[in-house]
C-alpha cells in the first residue's frame, strides 16, 4: 500500500508538468499565430505601451524609473514580435548564421534595457554603483562588437543590431498575397520571381572584372581591358558595386568585410565608450579631456570609415547617422553644462511663447531635459 502511493504521489507531479508545459505549448502557437495574422494590431499594441511610458514620466527619481522600465519592456515586446514575424517571413529572413544572431540579439537586448538598468542601479548602489554598472554594459558590449568584427566580418554595425522591421510592408505582402484569386497564380508568380532572381544571378557572375584588388597593398585598380579611351579617361574608379534595390530588406543585406583603414576605423568606434569611461577616471566629469578624446576618436573613425565605398545600403545609412550624431557632443557634459544649455532653453521657452499651442509642450521638455541629460546612456551610449 505504500508502495502505490509513494508511485502516486510521483506520477501526480509529473502529469501536472505535462500538462503545464502542453497549455504554454497551446498558449505560445495561439500567440505566434496572432502576430503573424495581425501585425498592424500589433504595432497598435506596442504603440500604445510607448506612449504610456512617456506620460508616466516625471521630475522624481521613482517615476522616471518606472517610465524606463515601462519603455524598455515595449522596445523588448517590439524585438521579440519581430521574431516572430522573422521566422515566419521569407522576406525578412537573414542569412547569418545562428551563433552570430544570438550574439546579435543580446546586443539588441542590451541597448533596450541600459537606460532602465543605469537608473536602477542608481536606485540601489548610489552613484558609485550606476558607474559601476555602466562599465559593466559599455564593456559586455564592446567585447560582444568586437567579436563579430573579427569572427564574422560584421562590417559597420548598426546600433542596435536588429533594427524594428517594417511592418507596413508585411501588412501589404498580407494584402497582396490575400488578393491573389488562385494558388495556381500565386505559384506562377512566385516561378517567375525565381526565374528572374536566378536570371539576374547569373548575369552577374557573367559580367567581366573591371577592376581588382592589390594582394600587398589593397588597393583597387582598372584593368587594362576596362580602360576607356583617353579623351574619357579619368581617374575614378568605375562603379563595379550595384546599388542595393530599394525593396530588398536589410536583413537580406550582406555585411561588408572591412580591411586596412576601414576596419581599424571600425575598432575605434566600438573602443571609443571605453576609452572615454577611462578618461572620465583619471580627470573627472567636469574636464574638458574626456569630451575631447572622444569626439577626436569619433571623428577618426568616421574619416578612416569613409576611405572605402564598397557599402551596402544599411552600412551607408549607419555611417551617415554616425556623422549626425556628433551633434550629440553640444548635449554632452561639460559643453553642455557651460554654452549649450543657456542657449537651447532660451531657444525653446521663446519658441513657446511665440507658436500657438506649443507653450505646454515646451516647457515639459525644458523641465525633463536637464534629467534627460544626465542619463550617461542617452548621451553618451552611441
Known sequence: MDVQDSVRDAVVPEKLWEN????YKEAWDWYEKWVRQHPETVSNVERTFRIVSYLL?????DDQVLAELVFSLSNLLVFFNDGILRRASSIFRTQLSLSQQQLMRWLTVIDHVEVFVELAAARMWGEIGRWVVIAIIQLMRSLLRLFLLYRYKAGIQPNPPFPPLNREKIVKTQEQENSMSSPQRGKSQLETKENRLESTNAAGDNRPEVTFV???SGRIVRTLKSAPDLTQRTWKLPNTQEKDPEDVPVENLLP???LGLPLTGECIHISRPLAHLAALLLWGQYSWKPWLLSFTLDVASIKLLDQSTQYN????AELKKRTFLLLFYLLRSPCFDKYTRTRLLGMMEKFGNTVPGMGFIMKS???YLPVWQRIYFYTWSH
Request: charged share 40%; net charge positive.
Open 365 to 367: 521638455m525644458m523641465e
Open 256 to 258: 561588408s568585410e572591412l
Open 313 to 316: 545600403r544599411q552600412e551607408k
Open 20 to 23: 503545464l508545459l502542453r497549455k
Open 214 to 216: 592589390g594582394q600587398r
Open 57 to 61: 514620466s516625471g521630475a522624481g527619481d
